[in-house]
């Protein structure tokens, strides 16, 4: 279910609580915020808090989250800041060390971070862009794979469907609309198929004749099946009228809307189309998170059953590193198609410490075209890509792997 009051994403800082690292936890907190702004991401989206207190109750729909530790320079960390750190890494928050330069690890970060790569600040006061922008990755708000299809009736919602396009495309996403999307001469339902099975979420605008179309219900079938985010923008005469509703969209998906947020039949008003934006953004971002988390948490109970003496580390948020005793391997977790920079990513060549790199990703109607890319861009490395339904292959391969 989707919360429209909820944050997007939720950045989490821990830090001693002295001047030094309130200073410190600020300074990092403005460069944040700054640089998520230049990203066009709105203010309410992003939380940042300092030393919160766990969740009493679990949530529904929780934001994205990330734990930054900030460590201070050569002092250990206090009991009661450690505790509060693992009570977060208890409930699945990734918590990732900062830490400034010539600064000794083993001697500032809690045990249980220790298998946890660090972000290294070379000055505090001024975080530099890249290092800012890793942070803003790890949340999931830099990401490169930030795209979104939308399903509507061309006769019914194409201008407010161009409307959205355009307001999506400010805000950084790639957004996939037919009218623009779909090349002269392309099989057209199959590509619809292909490009829909790219996106991390289906944006439908639930238009009172939307559901007399077979294509818009197969989309959001599909779209469930492959488990993307999906929220549905509702008309007022739908939300009148439940036999107008496309039957296929459970509860609670819905974003209704109002008579007063259209200016006219075929435009909304400003500020109902930043809030229908603003909701996306959300619905994305859980989206991204969910489908990362299903994909390693798969593969960890694989590993749990198959080779249960093997002890994968985590490398960064969606990373794993995992010794096999003979061979080191690195698994990425992509939630959509694997491109060319995943690849470049996970690549051993070049001197990251691990033998073998391996992609797990989403994307159950890979084309031809891409599945030919991807044999020519790993040919002669080291790197193999499996889908979620391949987890097996690959656990065959780890297992032959072992001394």
């Known amino acids: 279910m989707n919360d429209p009051a909820a944050p997007g994403y939720e950045i989490l800082l821990f830090h001693a609580g002295d001047d030094q690292s309130r200073e410190r936890a600020d300074g990092l907190k403005k460069a944040l915020r700054d640089e998520a702004a230049a990203l066009r991401l709105p203010r309410a989206l992003l939380h940042i808090r300092d030393n919160p207190a766990t969740d009493a109750e679990p949530i529904t729909s929780p934001p994205l989250r990330l734990g930054l530790f900030l460590a201070r320079d050569n002092k250990s960390a206090g009991d009661e800041l450690c505790s509060l750190t693992d009570a977060w890494l208890a409930q699945g928050v990734l918590v990732i060390p900062l830490l400034g330069a010539d600064v000794r690890f083993d001697r500032v970060v809690p045990a249980s971070l220790s298998c946890i790569n660090a972000i290294v600040l070379g000055d505090w006061n001024q975080p530099a862009r890249s290092v800012v922008l890793d942070v803003l990755r790890q949340a999931g708000i830099a990401e490169l794979e930030r795209r979104v299809f939308i399903s509507y009736k061309r006769d019914d919602s194409g201008d407010i469907a161009e409307a959205l396009w355009e307001r999506l495309e400010q805000r950084g996403f790639q957004v996939f609309l037919d009218r623009f999307s779909i090349d002269r001469g392309e099989h057209f339902q199959q590509r619809l198929e292909e490009r829909l099975s790219e996106n991390a979420m289906l944006l439908l605008l639930e238009s009172p004749r939307v559901n007399q179309s077979h294509w818009v219900q197969q989309e959001v079938i599909q779209a469930l099946s492959e488990r993307l985010g999906l929220l549905?923008?509702?008309?007022?005469?739908?939300?009148?009228?439940?036999?107008?509703?496309?039957?296929?969209?459970?509860?609670?998906?819905?974003?209704?809307?109002?008579?007063?947020?259209?200016?006219?039949?075929?435009?909304?008003?400003?500020?109902?189309?930043?809030?229908?934006?603003?909701?996306?953004?959300?619905?994305?971002?859980?989206?991204?998170?969910?489908?990362?988390?299903?994909?390693?948490?798969?593969?960890?109970?694989?590993?749990?059953?198959?080779?249960?003496?093997?002890?994968?580390?985590?490398?960064?948020?969606?990373?794993?590193?995992?010794?096999?005793?003979?061979?080191?391997?690195?698994?990425?977790?992509?939630?959509?198609?694997?491109?060319?920079?995943?690849?470049?990513?996970?690549?051993?060549?070049?001197?990251?410490?691990?033998?073998?790199?391996?992609?797990?990703?989403?994307?159950?109607?890979?084309?031809?075209?891409?599945?030919?890319?991807?044999?020519?861009?790993?040919?002669?490395?080291?790197?193999?890509?499996?889908?979620?339904?391949?987890?097996?292959?690959?656990?065959?391969?780890?297992?032959?792997?072992?001394?």
């Open 232 to 403: 549905a923008i509702t008309w007022p005469e739908v939300v009148d009228n439940p036999a107008l509703r496309v039957d296929a969209i459970p509860g609670g998906y819905r974003h209704p809307l109002k008579r007063a947020d259209f200016r006219t039949a075929s435009e909304l008003q400003p500020a109902a189309l930043q809030a229908i934006v603003d909701q996306a953004e959300r619905v994305h971002a859980q989206a991204m998170a969910r489908r990362r988390r299903d994909l390693l948490g798969s593969l960890l109970q694989a590993l749990s059953e198959r080779l249960p003496t093997v002890q994968p580390q985590w490398f960064d948020r969606w990373r794993l590193r995992i010794d096999t005793g003979a061979r080191r391997f690195q698994v990425d977790a992509v939630p959509r198609p694997v491109t060319a920079w995943d690849l470049f990513h996970c690549d051993p060549a070049r001197g990251a410490g691990y033998d073998e790199g391996r992609l797990l990703h989403y994307h159950h109607r890979r084309s031809q075209p891409h599945r030919a890319l991807l044999n020519w861009l790993t040919q002669g490395r080291a790197l193999r890509c499996y889908t979620d339904s391949e987890i097996d292959r690959l656990m065959d391969e780890l297992e032959q792997a072992r001394p």
